[in-house]
């Protein structure tokens, strides 16, 4: 984690796992098994690690001078399932080389 880049990764790769298990795992239990611990736990994770992954995404395209489109995009990507994933992924082509 000593670069920018990489703590952009890590930063989506956690954000993106939160989501998934939030919408996939969390979710269901609540409404399909009446479980809303698993709501709160998993909300309280993401809750924590959506605004890390938004600071991790500011820094980087301070460094990198984006335009407010990549910005734009990078932030949607953060609200999107796989979303986080697919951007890193978007960025590694164009950015990582």
Known sequence: MKT???RFRIAGIW????LLLLILIAMPLKYFADMSSPVTIMGMIHGILFPLYLI???HLAVVKKWKASRWFMGLIAGLLPFGTFVFESYLRKRDWK
Not at 15 to 18: A, K, L, N, V, W
């Open 4 to 6: 920018v880049t990489s």
């Open 15 to 18: 954000e993106g796992i939160s």
């Open 56 to 58: 991790a995404l500011v």
